[in-house]
């Protein structure tokens, strides 16, 4: 395995809006350069428009970089062998409103190359590490947004991937949920896994992560590893705070 799972080198992403009259460009991420160490829990925080979710689908080979290069694991995010090892939680995961909640996971399942007995128990596993199992018979259009993100982290783990990418996983979630997921992910870091993830809540990734990259305006303003944030008076939200303004 690489020694780093994610890696960003002068990572630049702009986006072009077309106009009635030519177009108008705007930077997603500039001069974006970090790694992920393979096995760590990394967060990443930033308010709206500082490029977390850019940095996000880049890593998932949802986009690609304008400028500089991305290597998940040391290849591309955009190769099979890459996407094989990643497990994405987009921020507002979308499944059809009449399928129930394995038949969504079975679709995308096969989707990640799995079939038969091995499909069959990748569902049921996912099912019941994320809670689903006791609404297995509802359908999704049943679903609150809580329960729509505890489905959409099901389907990140369907392929037990090396890397998980979540964005804002306990959004929409209640604090029972949030304490259940927030063990899950711990466990599956315990296992080996890489995760990366965004969240509003500062809280939440103080407990969770052993680093954090804190964004503004698409650039990466400061890195904070653990025992900085444990020493520093306020902990993460004043260094966070101090950061982005």
Sequence with gaps: MSQHAVSFSAVEKTYRRPRLLGAVYFTGVKDLSFEIPAGEVTGLLGLNGAGKTTIMKLIGGLLFPTAGKVKVFGQSPQGGAAKARVGFLPELPYFPPQVKPGDALSYYGRLSGLSGADLDAAVESAMQRTGLEPHAGKRVSEFSKGMLQRLGLAQALLHSPDLLVLDEPVSGLDPLAIHDIRGLLAGLNADGRTIFLSSHSISEVEKL?????????????????????????????????????
């Design 209 to 245: 992560c052993a680093r954090v990259l804190i964004m503004v305006r698409g650039r990466l303003a400061r890195t904070v590893k653990r025992a900085e944030w444990e020493a520093a008076p306020g902990g993460l939200e004043a260094i966070f705070v101090e950061a982005v303004r």
